[in-house]
């Protein structure tokens, strides 16, 4: 399916060199001012070719509304349709990869799947599929905003690089204001960490942490539709993601009860939101928002895609050498962390009209 939602819903379309990619989001409510510079400004933070850190394809990535907004930039309520025209695609990059099956790609498992497959660049498998739902992240963040909501994401590992102590101070002190922020001198060395993998024409993994502020207690659902599996659906819908974790997350298996209790603080009174001393929960229990920071971590697999000779097979299973080509990222982690944003704002926002 390539729908994500049920209140509101996001419908994408479109192959990395088609066209155009797109995509129709209904269920946004209806009286909503878009401010389109921002949006605009926040799409291009995911676009291919902005840095020497990401892939060299150079896009645009501004979107075109066909539908749901007034001329003057106001929800309508009815469906948001939108197109991002694809303009730098090198299909003829991909042709020898059109009779081979490319290591850890969607290449073989869409031929088992559909019979048939777009090699060029991907198709529908490319993370340029993404774009639309930066697009409906960008909607969803303005909308949360105006609730008070605030959502965060930091590219927090690269390889061996990383930053251990974001949320180690989130969990143990919520009372404070929480900041993502990477130590300057880390985020040296995890820019330094991506070059040397694309210099070697190597890849590398790396990790996106998501902090959001605002939620109320109460969003999300005790069984089914639970608030965390709903970010977890979302965070492994995306290409290259290999984990999820929220609060403790694994530490929790190392952990003891007596030591990440989080302990309720007094309130003075029935009617007042209750906070806690720690967080370690990560702001949902039971399913459901309790009025704490919400924080995870998504960690991403090496891109698949090397620029260096790959031993596999070809569609008819003989074994032969795959040769470099095409433009790719060395580092997935650095453009997902707009990503993750993007679909962290659509979860929450989602849940939040359906509460």
Known sequence: MNTFGKNITLTTFGESHGPAMGGVIDGFPAGFRIDFDRLYEEVAKRRPGSSALVTARKESDRPEFLSGISPDGVTLGSPIG???????????????????????????????????????????SSARETVNWVVAGALASQWLESKGVKVETVLSQVGPVADENIFAQIMAHPE?????EVAPELKNAMEEQVMAAKKAGDSVGGRVSCLITGVPAGIGSPVADKLHASLAAAMMSINAAKGFEYGLGFNAAASFGSRTADTFLPSGSPEAPLRTATNYSGGIQGGISNGMPIFFNVAFKPTPTLMQPLQTVDVNGNGVTLNPAGRHDPCVAVRAVHVVKAMAAFVIMENMTSA
Do not use: C, Q, W
């Open 82 to 124: 939108f197109i991002v025209r694809n303009s730098d695609h090198h299909s003829s990059d991909y042709d020898e990869m059109a009779k081979v099956y490319r290591p850890n790609h969607a290449d073989y498992t869409y031929i088992r799947r559909y019979g048939i497959r777009d090699h060029r660049g991907g198709g529908r």
């Open 176 to 180: 404070e204001t929480p900041r993502l």
